[in-house]
């Protein structure tokens, strides 16, 4: 009986080493392929427990040879003589009869014999093909043989076949059943697997604290896996309360034992100071070893320290290019993304728009929010080799916008404003600006003061005006301190104060506005808000037309014709004497956008100072601004009054268009006639 269990022992023996260096060096390859699919699946610098999913081999194959020649030491001669052979031919054979038929033959024979061990590693024959052909259920049978005689690896494999659906139905409640059998056996892998279903709640009822309980176990045990899950534990405070030093411990321990994701962890809790004090020099140097072993992240973490220079290297646009690429040809998205960059900006590399291109809309159809931003763009003006497509910049400022995107946002509320890819929708134009908007974008913020204050396709309400531009005006954005000083000079959704009103006038002048400057001039020549300076004020109006101001030029309208733009020159000669003719034809380059930005309510007030002065032509214009509610509120009776008015002076539009002009003033008194 002795003698037939030593021959079992042996046969199983010299599968080892018929076929030991390829078995773990095909171990070593999955543990490593394993890591890289874990890798892609998460972000920079967070992962899930990692769940160590591989069918495991017996490991104590060298322990097991040691024992087992010690016992036929103590054998009697006749069974000693029998094995001499075999023992010398085991040792020898090392590294020169590395034959997986041969180790298969000897698995075979001795799983059939009942030895558990060598059933669970037939099973991993079975399982990865290995001198037969690949074959799941007979592997997941030999697991199953070797469960049954109590082998824990073998408990193990068959808890990763349950979960995985190897040779059998997947039945993750089966898994954790097997995974536990394992566990109490000591198995770390086990154990570090039980962990990762209570964490997770598969199989098992979710337990943060039972999770940490495996973790902890295995850890002990020195399984790299299990102290990498504990130090995630410790750093987010799952299942345990936070402690950022333990976590950094447990990472090192993992990264130790050379587990590529816990030494990028730990290069991250160097860069971060998690646990420990910041040491640029020892993350850089992890992240380096981590990415030349292939890990994309790193890569990519590498090719931003050379792209930005930090202190523990200098700035390197080749070597930026070199390790973006190595990640982006993994498929990391970041990198992916930043190559475009380069591409796009020549960093490290030859300009090339079309690969540039290429990468943003893969990074774009992989969701990268700001990839699908940048082709929004591309489309938008025909850059990146790309000709102008609105339909396509619009559906990527979509996909980028409805991944909150604030810029993205704020251009597809452009897009649906002013029907740009799609058809005019003011109201989710509105939508859209007002979620930028409370994002902090201040361009967003402004257009929404804009449509309050105009009622253009919504209610207006200028209260809600004066809040949006204010809020606009707070991030600096010269144009809101501009629209916000109109407010205030004009009471629109707030007391009238002139002196607020120069104030962010004069912001928004300092800013280089140009329209600020004209408007800011003009108070400076009046008085308006500040003490008169005339000087002062000729002088803005000479920055706001490029011109070289001297001081004496404003003595002199001809010279001032000569030197400024006509907008300037009508600027200078209403302030100098609130000039009608000058009055209107503000008023006028205000309405048609000339030289200044269109402006309905600034219009309307140059109008009507012009007016006020008995100018004809301005009174109907204000009659017709009364009429549609343009820069001012709907007034049917205020607009009949003044087209009475200008009818009676004269205005030069009722003479070229007498029928037109008539029917409105029919129309009008019908309408007045009616009320009464």
Request: net charge positive; hydrophobic share 30%; proline share 0%.
């Amino acid at each position: 009986m002795y003698q037939l269990i030593n021959i079992i022992i042996s046969k199983y023996l010299l599968s080892f080493h018929y076929y030991r260096d390829i078995i773990l060096d095909k171990n070593d390859f999955m543990v490593k392929n394993l890591e890289n699919v874990h890798v892609m699946s998460h972000g920079n610098d967070q992962f899930e427990n990692f769940n160590g999913l591989k069918i495991n081999l017996r490991k104590d194959e060298i322990n097991i040879m040691e024992k087992y020649f010690d016992s036929l030491d103590k054998c009697p001669n006749e069974i000693q003589s029998d094995y001499i052979k075999k023992k010398e031919s085991v040792e020898y054979g090392i590294g020169k009869f590395k034959d997986k038929y041969k180790t298969l033959e000897f698995y075979s024979i001795s799983a059939e014999e009942g030895n558990s061990s060598a059933q669970n590693n037939l099973g991993y024959c079975y399982q990865n093909g290995i001198g037969i052909t690949k074959d799941e259920k007979q592997a997941f049978n030999w697991f199953l043989n070797a469960a049954n005689k109590g082998d824990v690896c073998a408990k193990y494999n068959v808890g990763i076949c349950y979960q995985n659906g190897i040779g059998i139905n997947k039945d993750e409640k089966k898994a954790f059943e097997w995974y536990l059998e394992s566990a109490k056996g000591e198995y770390s892998y086990a154990q570090n697997n039980l962990g990762n279903l209570y964490q997770n709640g598969k199989g098992v009822e979710k337990d943060l604290e039972k999770a940490v309980y495996w973790y902890n176990k295995a850890a002990e045990s020195g399984n790299k896996f299990a102290q990498y899950n504990l130090g995630n534990c410790y750093k987010n405070g799952n299942g345990i309360k936070k402690d950022e030093r333990k976590a950094f411990e447990y990472y090192k321990k993992s990264a130790t034992q050379e587990y590529l994701i816990a030494q990028f962890e730990l290069g991250n809790c160097y860069n971060k100071g998690i646990g420990i004090i910041i040491d640029n020099v020892k993350a850089f140097e992890l992240y380096k070893i981590v990415a030349n072993k292939g890990y994309s992240i790193a890569q990519y973490n590498l090719g931003n320290y050379y792209k930005n220079g930090y202190n523990v290297v200098k700035k390197d646009d080749s070597k930026c290019f070199k390790y973006y690429k190595k990640s982006a040809d993994q498929g990391y998205l970041e990198a992916q993304f930043e190559l475009g960059n380069c591409y796009a900006k020549g960093i490290g590399a030859e300009v090339d728009k079309v690969k540039a291109f290429e990468l943003y809309e893969i990074a774009a159809e992989k969701g990268h929010v700001i990839a699908q931003y940048n082709l929004g763009n591309c489309y938008k003006h025909g850059d990146n080799n790309v000709e102008k497509d609105k339909r396509k910049c619009f559906e990527y400022y979509k996909k980028s916008a409805y991944q909150g995107h604030l810029e993205a946002q704020f251009e597809l509320g452009c897009c649906y404003y002013k029907g740009i890819g799609t058809e005019v929708d003011k109201t989710k134009a509105l939508e859209l600006f007002r979620l930028a908007g409370e994002g902090g974008h201040k361009k967003a913020q402004n257009n929404l003061g804009a449509l309050y204050c105009n009622g253009n396709g919504i209610e207006r309400d200028l209260e809600k005006a004066f809040y949006w531009f204010s809020k606009a005006a707070e991030n600096g954005y010269r144009v809101a301190q501009y629209n916000l000083g109109e407010c205030y000079e004009l009471g629109n959704g707030v007391e009238k104060d002139e002196v607020k009103a120069f104030e962010f006038y004069n912001k928004s002048a300092n800013s280089g506005y140009k329209n600020a400057k004209f408007l800011l001039g003009y108070f400076y020549v009046n008085g308006i808000g500040t003490e008169i300076n005339k000087e002062k004020g000729f002088e803005l109006y000479y920055k706001a037309a490029g011109c070289h101001f001297d001081v004496t030029l404003f003595e002199n309208d001809e010279l001032i014709v000569k030197d400024l733009d006509k907008v300037n020159y009508w600027y200078h000669k209403a302030a100098e004497n609130d000039n009608k003719f000058a009055l209107y034809k503000l008023g006028e380059f205000y309405e048609l956008g000339k030289g200044v930005g269109k402006n309905d309510i600034r219009s309307f007030e140059f109008y009507k100072k012009s007016a006020a002065q008995g100018f004809a032509d301005a009174q109907y214009k204000i009659g017709y601004y009364y009429e549609k509610g343009i820069g001012t509120n709907i007034d049917k009776e205020k607009a009949f009054e003044l087209y009475k008015i200008a009818a009676t002076e004269g205005n030069v539009n009722a003479h070229k268009s007498p029928v037109d002009y008539m029917k409105k003033l029919k129309t009008l008194l019908l309408k007045k006639r009616k009320k009464k």
